[in-house]
Nanobody
Framework: VQLQAFGGGLVQPGGSLQLSCAAS????????MGWYRQAPGKQREWVGHIRTRGDTNYADFVKGRFTISRDSAKNTWYLQMNSLKSEDTAVYYC??????????WGQGTLVTVSS
């Protein structure tokens, strides 16, 4: 599976941005599709995911602000980010994983929240 993330950029605090992740290759074993992020000087952290059956889970720090959705026909999933804060500035990585813990990663896309 190969993943490619799109959509990063500069946005003002309080603004919105949507990231997308396009997957190629067989998705038959994929259980969850999600997003992680890594801020400067910090470890990579989980943002949230959507499972193939459609249920979503989010980290507490994005609940109510970020939404993950998917278009199965396009093998693409999205991260809609609203009410962005400066602390959301990070490189965002998309991720696909199997139920037994195998992971694939996209190349990362930089989101900068600044006025």
């Amino acid at each position: 599976v190969q993943l490619q993330a799109f959509g990063g950029g500069l946005v003002q605090p309080g603004g919105s941005l949507q990231l997308s992740c396009a997957a190629s290759g067989s998705m038959v074993d994929i259980d969850a599709m999600g997003w992680y992020r890594q801020a400067p000087g910090k470890q990579r952290e989980w943002v949230g995911h959507i499972r193939t059956r459609g249920d979503t889970n989010y980290a507490d720090f994005v609940k109510g602000r970020f939404t993950i959705s998917r278009d199965s026909a396009k093998n693409t999933w999205y991260l809609q980010m609203n009410s962005l804060k400066s602390e959301d500035t990070a490189v965002y990585y998309c991720n696909a994983s199997t139920a037994w813990g195998r992971n694939w990663w996209g190349q990362g896309t930089l989101v900068t929240v600044s006025s």
